[in-house]
């Protein structure tokens, strides 16, 4: 008997190929997000403290978005059910994990920016 539950094959190819033209153009976006703040950081200089902690919180917001494209992409390939709820498990504990490391360390950056001289 056929599972009621599977997912036909065209819809997983179509779904990976969307999630990679979304990684694709998240891609191209942060590209143009790190170029234009060059430019503006040149046109414009900021306090080197603040400069570096939009940069972190940009790298971090990359690196969240990331995590959520290759979950996605498991997701995608994801046999049944079970293995959903645990690469969606496992996401979560990571993301949890990822989000104590980076408040500290966006807290570091804000304690800096706030700090004359700090470096």
């Known amino acids: ?41 040149q046109a414009a200089p900021i306090q080197p403290n603040l400069a ?28 049944d059910i079970q293995e959903v709820m645990a690469l969606q498990s496992d996401y979560l504990k990571a993301q949890m994990a990822s989000f104590q490391d980076q408040s500290r360390e966006l807290g570091e950056a804000i304690t800096k920016t706030m700090t004359p001289g700090a470096k």
Not at 3 to 21: C, G, H
Not at 57 to 77: G, R, Y
């Open 52 to 79: 570096a902690g939009a940069a972190k919180a940009v790298t971090l917001a990359e690196k969240n978005v990331t995590a959520a494209f290759d979950l996605a992409e498991k997701l995608v390939h994801a046999k």
């Open 1 to 41: 008997m056929a599972d009621p539950y599977a997912v036909p094959a065209e819809m997983r190819d179509f779904a990976d190929r969307s999630v990679q033209q979304a990684r694709k153009a998240f891609e191209g976006f942060m590209g143009a997000v790190k170029k234009s703040s060059g430019a503006l950081e």
